[in-house]
């Protein structure tokens, strides 16, 4: 193998927790962001939540020396939050947005009018074409009773089928965000899975920072405790994921996070720790050791390919489990409706009365009617807009299911194609009375 390129790019990633007026020292904290990134001169720096496009401006300006290059993803009701800068020429930019994240009624989360999204971005670093994608998942917010477990799979399976098939060109593949989902959670091992984008903090024999790579701390000046639950010291839900090509080898040589507050600060840059990542790319022309070594791996093909059909079934579950609530949820809010719509029909009743009686007066105070009146439009129609809101999330979530159904059963004609598994001359057609396999794809 004969290298013709080497180069190692520094990838950062942070969520800025930028809310204008409701974060902590936001202009400040914004300052700070700045001054550091013009001072580590990274290679590509991807920021979530910058929900305001003037702190993007802000941080446009201040970077134009060391990251000339830039884009800012637009999405939703107050945007997606998401921004990449870069020293590396962008010369293509896609936004893909989740389909499912939360509920709009829970204004307190506010995730649903963030309009969740993952940004890609096609850069040139030297010969290598790189996809770069920066994400923000739905947040967990409760881990004993996580409702918005459903759509947080949904949104892992809808980023592992975009990257997968926005990336089959792509020399290099770097995908850096606040994915909300702790390292061996389901959605967490399904984009790997899938995508075998491998972990720079597993990877890497060089890390420093805080204990156990977290990204969320304890001691945080910005988040309670509360917010942890029984992980006191805190969580790892930041991250920054790779992987090459047939053509490109990548590895990770060094990892760092940021420390709780910043030197000369009384507080930190963000209520989650920044992540830089230092990932050395090595091209190489194809060869037939390379070939030799996919016949060898055929073993560990196998295991991967059963361990991914365990995940994706897993995965189904929790979607059918969340389709069942919202189809539960669709139900109550035609019921509300019907009750809503059937009160009204009897307030027209009696306001006829004084017209069908020749003259007789109103039974009922005219304020308290006119009042009556009102609240069953106000049910009418909040309810019908939930009727179609949960309509539109259950149609979500079953297109997410057989999506899943298709590729399973994908899956096991794969697991039954390897000759590992099965004798070479052996038959398909499972003989009389035998049981039939586990990995039969289901109707």
């Known amino acids: 193998m004969a290298n013709v390129d080497s180069v190692t790019i520094r990838v950062f990633s942070l969520n800025c927790w930028g809310i204008r007026y409701l974060s902590k020292h936001c202009r400040q904290r914004y300052v700070m ?27 446009k300006k201040k970077l134009v020396c060391s990251h000339p290059h830039s884009h800012y993803f637009k999405s939703g009701v107050i945007g997606s939050g998401l921004a990449i800068f870069s020293k590396h020429r962008i010369h293509d930019t896609f936004l893909y947005r ?28 030297g010969s290598l074409t790189a996809n770069v994608y920066v994400t923000h998942l739905h947040a967990e917010y409760c881990r004993e009773k996580d409702s918005y477990l459903p759509h947080r799979v949904v949104q892992s399976w809808e980023l592992q089928q975009f990257v997968r098939h926005t990336s089959a060109g792509a020399d290099v593949v770097i995908l850096g965000g606040d994915l909300n989902m702790h390292p061996e959670d389901l959605g967490n091992r399904l984009l790997r899975s899938y995508t075998g984008l491998r972990d720079s903090y597993v990877e890497t024999s060089n890390f420093h920072g805080c204990e156990n790579g977290l990204t969320l701390l304890g001691d945080n000046p910005f988040i309670s405790k509360k917010e942890l639950g029984s992980f006191e010291k805190g969580i790892r839900i ?14 990770c040589e060094s990892m760092s996070t940021t420390k709780g507050s910043v030197p000369g600060h009384p507080f930190p840059y963000s209520d989650h720790e ?33 361990e991914l059909v365990d995940i994706v079934t897993e995965a189904r579950t929790e979607v059918k489990v969340g389709l069942h609530c919202a189809e539960r949820m669709r139900y109550t809010a035609t019921r509300t409706a019907a009750m809503g719509l059937a009160l009204l029909f009897l307030e027209l009743v009696i306001a006829a009365v004084p017209w069908l009686a020749l003259g007789a007066e109103q039974p ?9 009146a009102v609240l069953c439009f106000v ?7 939930l009727y179609i809101f949960y309509t539109m999330e259950v149609k979500s ?17 794969k697991l039954r194609g390897f000759p590992l598994a099965q004798p070479h001359n052996a038959q398909r057609k499972s003989p009389e009375g035998e049981e039939p396999s586990a990995f039969d794809p289901e109707e």
């Open 33 to 59: 962001i700045g001054d550091m990134l013009c001072k580590e001169e990274h290679d590509i720096v991807l920021l979530q939540e910058v929900w305001s496009e003037k702190d993007y401006l802000f941080l």
């Open 98 to 125: 989740y389909s499912l994240n939360g509920y709009p009624y829970m204004a307190n989360h506010g995730d649903w009018f963030g309009g969740k999204a993952v940004g890609m971005a096609v850069l040139s670093i």
């Open 238 to 251: 930041d991250y920054i994921l790779y992987k090459g090509s047939s053509k490109t080898d990548i590895c």
């Open 274 to 306: 920044a992540l830089t990542a230092e990932l050395r790319l090595e091209s190489h022309a194809a060869s037939e050791s390379g070939r030799n070594k996919q016949s060898e791996d055929q073993e560990s093909d196998t295991e991967k390919v059963a």
């Open 364 to 372: 009922f105070p005219r304020t308290s009617f006119y009042l009556l």
């Open 379 to 385: 049910i009418l129609l909040t309810t019908s807009l």
């Open 397 to 413: 979530l079953q297109g997410a299911e057989d999506q899943m159904r298709l590729a399973l059963g994908g899956l096991q004609e």
